[in-house]
T-cell receptor, first 114, second 114 residues
Framework: GENVEQHPSTLSVQEGDSAVIKCTYS??????FPWYKQELGKRPQLIID?????GEKKDQRIAVTLNKTAKHFSLHITETQPEDSAVYFC?????????????FGTGTRLLVSP | EAQVTQNPRYLITVTGKKLTVTCSQN?????MSWYRQDPGLGLRQIYY???????DKGDVPEGYKVSRKEKRNFPLILESPSPNQTSLYFC?????????????FGPGTRLTVL
């Protein structure tokens, strides 16, 4: 089955810096890669996703890149703000199985200091 | 308001005392799932359901049961809870069983088994 590894487990940056979180996946059949943000005490919420037919996707200060050959994808946050502080989870799913089995990474705790 | 609700939000119980955590969604979603979140392990899928009366095991199903008698409800049952089931539980739903639909998470249930 699919296995998703996520690094780093914690990341501290200064406000205004960029942050990059990386994930690798094992199943080459996986073709959908969402990122979820979980603020302290809250539920995970989707912030961006990418499909395998696209190499990069951007939404304001957030971007995700995908390298299918290397089987890794990354979340990029530019001009970080204190409200970006949260735990971020990557996930991978094999859409070809016909059901929504999402496999999550172990999470990255991002701390943005003012 | 479109939402996923869970009850209770917090529960402290003792080993062996059967309990049920309810999950309900008002978005007419086909797909529902239960996850547990533990420090350093991310979100792991317990059970999922593709539609009414259709359920299947996720990655960590031992000690749990589910049922899907109505489209909107997907209760998680712990017949004989044990301390290793102390965790934060999330229910999630999405519109369909394929296509990369966003999963919407409930607010979470923090369970402590003494």
């Amino acid at each position: 089955g699919e296995n998703v590894e996520q690094h780093p487990s914690t990341l501290s940056v200064q406000e205004g810096d960029s942050a990059v979180i990386k994930c690798t996946y094992s199943d080459s059949a996986s073709n959908y890669f969402p990122w979820y943000k979980q603020e302290l005490g809250k539920r995970p919420q989707l912030i961006i996703d990418i499909r395998s037919n696209v190499g990069e996707k951007k939404d304001q200060r957030i971007a995700v890149t995908l390298n299918k050959t290397a089987k890794h994808f990354s979340l990029h946050i530019t001009e970080t703000q204190p409200e970006d502080s949260a735990v971020y989870f990557c996930a991978a799913r094999d859409l070809n199985t016909g059901f929504q089995k999402l496999v999550f990474g172990t999470g990255t705790r991002l701390l943005v200091s003012p | 308001e479109a939402q996923v609700t869970q009850n209770p939000r917090y529960l402290i119980t003792v080993t062996g005392k059967k309990l049920t955590v309810t999950c309900s969604q008002n978005m007419n979603h086909e797909y529902m799932s239960w996850y547990r979140q533990d420090p350093g392990l991310g979100l792991r899928q317990i059970y999922y359901s593709m539609n009414v009366e259709v359920t299947d095991k996720g990655d960590v199903p031992e000690g749990y049961k589910v049922s899907r008698k109505e489209k909107r409800n997907f209760p998680l049952i712990l017949e004989s809870p044990s301390p290793n089931q102390t965790s934060l539980y999330f229910c999630a739903s999405s519109l369909s069983t394929g296509g990369g639909d966003t999963q919407y998470f409930g607010p979470g249930t923090r369970l402590t088994v003494l």
